[in-house]
């Protein structure tokens, strides 16, 4: 705190003034990240569910995997009927509900984030290059562009996986390649809207070769918009697995998979709800904290929402 003293009618007085800390970016950056509720539970929430998914076996108070045909059907431990045994009941085969959904915690999270991560580098290659260079080459991923967008995609996700094999990986694989277009779009009119701009200019003039360009100036503009999409796309990676698994072509019994539990759930849903109703919720648990997480990721690193 420093004084300084005015004279009005010979009577001195005296102000505080207040020392200005400037902040460095980091601490802006740490500092917004505080403030911002949203991105703090959705990035708590995954950090849980991804230590769930590692630590399975610690956790699981069953082997996911044994069947006890006398010990069926039980409901929850809120239900009438149930026990503190099996907290979560068990299923039609008589195995821990509550194992085998965090087992499925692991193929959830491996397939939304794997997917996600599969399509972003295919749509976000495929965009800046026809964001940047245009013409031709701008043309000919329109056109590849457009014949994705005009193919069905579940049907053609359900027809791959059911030629090649229903597996983790190949489920990863096959919805990543069909779920770029967002990125796609997105960067490609980001890209050129970036390239008019006077720092690219800049780096031309100064001998900057194309690639770093791409690498340097454009690519670190777009990571914002692709945070958001990222964060869509996990989301519908871990529906159309969900999907895939409802309608028997996904993650194969007896792996423990929140879609596949839903698909076994639903014969009984009507006299036993809970089995379709619980990893219904960890599915809505697990895609609205992604988009909490990316939103929030966005807020707190894009220019203009910056303090």
Known sequence: MSSTELPISGTPLTLE???????TPRQLLIRRIKGHKGLIIGFTVIIGLIIVGIFAPMF????PYEQILSKRLIPPVWSPGGTTEYLLG???LGRDYLSRLIYGTRISLMIGYGAATVGL??????G????YFGGRVDQLISYILTCQLSLPGLLLTMTLVFFIGPSVYVVIGVIGVLHWTYYLVVSRSAAMQIRQMDYIAAAKSIGCSKF?????????NLMSQIIVIFT??????ILAESALSFLGIGIQAPTPSWGLMIAEGKVAMFFQPWLVIIPGAALFVLVLATNLMGDGIRDVTAPENRN
């Open 17 to 23: 003034t207040e020392t200005v800390t400037e902040l």
């Open 60 to 63: 699981a108070p069953h082997d």
């Open 90 to 92: 068990t299923d039609h």
């Open 121 to 126: 580098f295919i749509g976000v290659s495929m």
């Open 128 to 131: 800046i290059c026809a964001g």
């Open 212 to 220: 770093h360009i791409i690498r340097k100036e454009i690519l670190p």
């Open 232 to 237: 869509l796309e996990v989301g519908f990676a």
